[in-house]
């Protein structure tokens, strides 16, 4: 996980899943140093789970390759050696009542200060990484570590408890302590390898959405009724849409609010369609090259794109 233009981000594509055809940018994601790039909601990855979802709307393709999209919650928990169960976020910035798990995609280390932190690694006879979604994993703790920022590599996970949370539940444990890590979610995505978060919907069973914004000051909620740069995914039974509106550029285009893109994404014969994130983000790769004037004049480093790729039958 990290930070990259949808450009670079496409040259990371491997050849054994076909030829780059199209790509839209993805979830919104945090922008902090330490977490720069974490998405926002769920995102699966040739089958690997890389971050969790927060209930926010999440695309899916299931295992016949059919699209999917609705809220998604996350049912993930650790359960201790005394039965006690915690719930857990992943790759994402521990929260100092919350406890978090980490993986090697988060990078080298967990970037976490003060709390401590379990380095665990595979139990005989369980699964082990690269992590999956609905999966239940045993794990064995193989050291404890004070004041954060673990270590990290390709056969172990780090769970890290905040200094809150370790008076919240969270039982003594020794080294060599075993525990049960789950990956649920509701609905159950069970064998999905691709996953991408966003949202609002703005289409559902080819009916526009009523977009609702919450009575809010933070720019998350303010944004969705004034015109801004726009990215989304839609389709039907025949096509896959990917829709990008340019904005902020008076000579150009001021951009749509959430309404009047779910309104045109029905004009466009989606069945269903959800809103990727916008602004400066917003860019759509096409046949070789950037095909859309993003609004900061330069592709802006985003943490995750939909790629559409050829391959030969």
């Known amino acids: 996980m990290g930070l990259e233009t949808l450009s670079s981000q496409l040259c990371l594509v491997k050849s054994n899943l076909g030829t780059v055809v199209a790509a839209i940018n993805g979830d919104f994601y945090q922008r902090e140093k330490a977490y720069a790039g974490a998405p926002r909601g769920l995102q699966i990855m040739d089958g690997e789970l890389l971050s969790g979802p927060s209930r926010s709307a999440s695309l899916w393709i299931d295992a016949l390759g059919e699209p999917h999209a609705e809220k998604v919650a996350s049912q993930f928990q650790i359960t201790w050696p005394d039965g006690t169960v915690s719930p857990f976020g992943l790759n994402g910035e521990r929260r100092a009542d919350g406890v978090e798990l980490y993986t090697h995609a988060v990078g080298s280390s967990t970037h976490t200060t003060g709390g401590f932190e379990l380095i665990v690694s595979r139990a005989e006879g369980s699964g082990w990484l690269p992590l999956r979604v609905g999966r239940t994993y045993t794990a064995r703790v193989r050291e404890i570590r004070e004041g954060g920022n673990a270590p ?18 969270v039982p003594q444990l020794r080294a060599g302590a075993g525990l049960q890590i789950t990956t649920a979610t509701l609905p159950a995505l069970h064998g999905v390898r691709t996953a991408i978060s966003g949202g609002p919907m703005l289409v559902r069973n080819g009916k526009r ?14 944004s969705m009724g004034e015109r801004h740069p726009r990215a989304a995914v839609g ?16 000579k150009l285009s001021v951009g749509m609010t959430l309404d009047e893109l779910a309104t045109l994404l029905t004009k466009l014969g989606c069945e269903e369609a959800m809103n990727f994130d916008g602004g400066g983000s917003a860019t759509l790769w096409y046949d070789g090259q950037v095909r ?20 030969e039958r």
Request: net charge negative.
């Open 152 to 169: 990290l590599t390709s056969d172990i996970m780090v769970v890290s408890v905040g200094p809150a949370a370790s008076h919240r539940g």
């Open 209 to 222: 959405e009523r977009i609702d914004a919450a009575h809010s000051e933070s720019y998350e909620f303010s």
């Open 235 to 250: 389709w039907n039974e025949r096509c896959l849409f990917l829709v990008e509106v340019d904005g902020r550029q008076k």
């Open 292 to 311: 859309n004037s993003p609004c900061d004049r330069m592709e802006r480093e985003i943490a995750n794109c939909l790629v559409i790729v050829r391959k």
